[in-house]
């Protein structure tokens, strides 16, 4: 089983809709998630941090299962401008050292049309 | 917003040419990480880390090298470039364990 391991997608939605991604990871003793957008030829933002109570940042909103191991990020109301790759990274402590290291699934692919 | 800064932008080189893709962070973070990435595909680490005088190998495989003799200031250097070395690389850095990665904005490498 990858580590982190994502809906394979693309989803194609309308504007306006609501779309959700899972993420699901192997690592019970990873600490720390976040979901990244990456827009074509450009490098990966943060989109936000997931926390284990579920946070919202208006229409996102990203939630935690800790028993079942998986993150999700809902998108209410799509816009054109949400069209993009969306990565779930999740904290790995070990990978790379002691120290761990974030590791990156392979990215949803989401295309907002009008 | 991240101060993490990429140089060149974009680069054309020839096969054979010895090449250093720069990066620079002006936040004092400690985890600094080279990423790989074609175009429509994932990423892939190359090379990370962890302070000063501090540097591991990634999960794939790469015929490049990196320094870290300042904290702020992690470049890349092939030796020898070759046309399987075209790519996008993403520099990246993280002030913990826990934090999130910051990116530059990438050199695109293109070895004719």
């Known amino acids: 089983r990858k580590e982190v391991e994502q809906d394979p997608g693309p989803f194609n939605v309308p504007e306006g809709a609501t779309v959700a991604f899972n993420c699901t990871y192997s690592n019970s003793a990873s600490q720390s998630f976040f979901w990244y957008r990456q827009d074509c030829r450009k490098e990966p933002k943060l989109l936000m941090s997931?926390?284990?109570s579920g946070n919202e940042d208006g229409r996102f909103t990203a939630q935690l299962n800790r028993a079942s191991q998986y993150i999700s990020l809902l998108i209410r109301d799509s816009k054109l401008s949400d069209s993009a790759t969306y990565l779930c990274v999740v904290n790995s402590p070990n990978y790379g050292g002691s120290q761990g290291n974030l590791i990156f699934g392979k990215g949803t692919k989401l295309s907002v049309k009008p | 917003e991240a101060d993490i800064y990429q140089t060149p932008r974009y680069l054309v080189i020839g096969t054979g040419k010895k090449i250093t893709l720069e990066c620079s962070q002006t936040?004092?973070?400690?985890?600094m990480y080279w990423y790989q990435q074609d175009p429509g595909m994932e990423l892939h680490l190359i090379h990370y880390?962890?302070?000063?005088?501090?540097?591991e190998k990634g999960d794939l495989s790469s015929e490049s090298t990196v320094s870290r003799i300042r904290t702020e200031h992690f470049p890349l250097t092939l030796e020898s470039a070759r046309p399987s070395h075209t790519s996008q690389y993403l520099c990246a850095s993280s002030g913990g364990a826990y934090s999130p990665l910051h990116f530059g904005n990438g050199t695109r490498l293109t070895v004719t």
């Open positions: 936040m004092g973070h400690d985890k």
């Open positions: 880390s962890y302070g000063v005088n501090s540097t």
């Open positions: 997931v926390y284990s």
